[in-house]
Nanobody, 127 residues
Framework: QVQLAESGGGSVQTGGSLRLSCAAPADTFRRVCMGWFRQVPGKEREAVALYYTGSLSTYYSDSARGRFTISQDNYNNTLYLEMNKLSPEDSAMYYC????????????????????WGRGTQVTVSS
């Protein structure tokens, strides 16, 4: 089991910023591939970003690229998502997820590829 805990969500105005955190057990990042997803009621979970520990590579959805930054702190076992220039369309429950397989083997944007999920943190952006 990999228990994940998100934090950092909240309410901001359009153009604002938030930094989400995902706390993971010690030594998790060496074993799993981790990413951020988001979901609004009535819609499927949407991939936001992936951090590929093996190659230190990052991947972003089209909507996140250029505004969001995913990063990983191996010392504190925390995955981050820095979000800038937020708009109401970014309002959603944000989840971090872990997959027990190498990132290079995955279709990273497919939520079914991931084995473990946190409970999520709500982000609300007002206009």
């Amino acid at each position: 089991q990999v228990q994940l805990a998100e934090s950092g969500g909240g309410s901001v105005q359009t153009g604002g910023s938030l930094r989400l955190s995902c706390a993971a057990p010690a030594d998790t990042f060496r074993r799993v591939c981790m990413g951020w997803f988001r979901q609004v009621p009535g819609k499927e979970r949407e991939a936001v970003a992936l951090y590929y520990t093996g190659s230190l590579s990052t991947y972003y959805s089209d909507s996140a690229r250029g505004r969001f930054t995913i990063s990983q702190d191996n010392y504190n076992n925390t995955l981050y998502l820095e979000m800038n220039k937020l708009s109401p369309e970014d309002s959603a429950m944000y989840y971090c997820a872990a997959a027990l397989r190498p990132c290079w083997q995955m279709r990273w944007e497919d939520s079914h590829e991931y084995n473990f999920w946190g409970r999520g943190t709500q982000v609300t952006v007002s206009s």
